[in-house]
C-alpha cells in the first residue's frame, strides 16, 4: 500500500511538470504569434487544452515573462561555456559577445523584436535579468580597476537602461547585416562601462577580440521565442 502510494505521489509530481513545461511551451509560441498583452490566460489554456485555473496555479503572466528571459539568457551563457571556452580573455569580452547574440537574434525575427519592444516600452523586463547583467559589469569595472562606488554605479545602470531601450526602438528597422547595426551591437553591451569610466581603448581592444569570436560561432538556434 506504502509503495503504491509512493507510485500514486510520483506520478501526479510528474504529470505537474509535464502539465507546467506543456503550459509554458504553449505561452511562449503564443506571445511570439500574438505579443505578451494580446496572450490571455485563456488562449494559453485552450491551445494548451488544460483548465484556466491550472494556467494561473502554474503560472501568472509576470513569471512567464520572467522565465522566457532569463531562459533566454542562460541558454547563451550555457553555449557560451562551451562554444567559446579558451576562446575568450576577459569578462567583457564574454559580456559583449553575450549581447551580440542576443539582440541579432532579437532583431533577426520581427515578431521577436516586437515583442521585445512591447516588454521595453512596458518596463516589464525582469528585475533578475538586470541583477545579472549588472552584476556581470560591477565585475568588469573591478578587474579593470575602474573606482566607482555602487551608488554611483546604479546610476549608471538607470542611464544605461534607458538608452538601450531608446536606441532599439529608434533601429528597430535596421537591416542586421549593415554597419550601423554592427555600430548597436559594439554600444549596446557598453554604455554602463562607459559612463562608469572605462576607457574607450580598453572598449575598442576587447570589442575587437569579441567581434572575431562571435563571427565564428553558430547560434542560430538559440532562441528567445519559437
Not at 528585475?127 to 554605479?153: A, N
Amino acid at each position: 500500500q506504502l509503495r503504491r502510494k509512493i507510485r500514486g505521489d510520483y506520478m501526479q509530481y510528474a504529470n505537474g511538470i509535464l502539465t507546467k513545461e506543456l503550459i509554458y511551451q504553449t505561452a511562449r509560441r503564443l506571445m511570439y504569434e500574438n505579443g505578451y498583452k494580446k496572450t490571455t490566460y485563456q488562449m494559453i489554456a485552450q491551445k494548451a487544452d488544460v483548465p484556466v485555473g491550472l494556467v494561473n496555479y502554474h503560472f501568472k503572466k509576470q513569471e512567464l515573462l520572467n522565465k522566457i528571459y532569463m531562459d533566454y539568457l542562460y541558454q547563451i551563457k550555457d553555449f557560451l561555456a562551451i562554444q567559446a571556452q579558451g576562446l575568450l580573455e576577459n569578462e567583457l569580452q564574454a559580456h559583449m559577445l553575450q549581447s551580440n547574440i542576443m539582440m541579432t537574434q532579437i532583431f533577426r525575427d520581427s515578431r521577436i523584436l516586437s515583442f521585445h519592444l512591447e516588454v521595453n516600452e512596458s518596463n516589464l523586463v525582469p528585475p533578475e535579468f538586470h541583477q545579472v547583467v549588472r552584476k556581470k559589469q560591477v565585475e568588469i569595472l573591478k578587474y579593470f580597476h575602474v573606482d566607482i562606488t555602487p551608488e554611483s554605479y546604479y546610476w549608471c545602470a538607470a542611464a544605461e537602461y534607458g538608452a538601450r531601450r531608446e536606441l532599439i526602438l529608434q533601429n528597430k528597422d535596421v537591416d542586421i547585416n549593415s554597419s550601423d547595426f554592427q555600430r548597436l551591437l559594439d554600444l549596446l553591451p557598453t554604455i554602463a562601462v562607459r559612463i562608469a569610466g572605462l576607457s574607450p581603448a580598453i572598449i575598442l581592444q576587447n570589442q575587437k577580440k569579441a567581434n572575431d569570436v562571435f563571427a565564428r560561432l553558430d547560434y542560430t538556434h538559440i532562441l528567445m521565442l519559437p
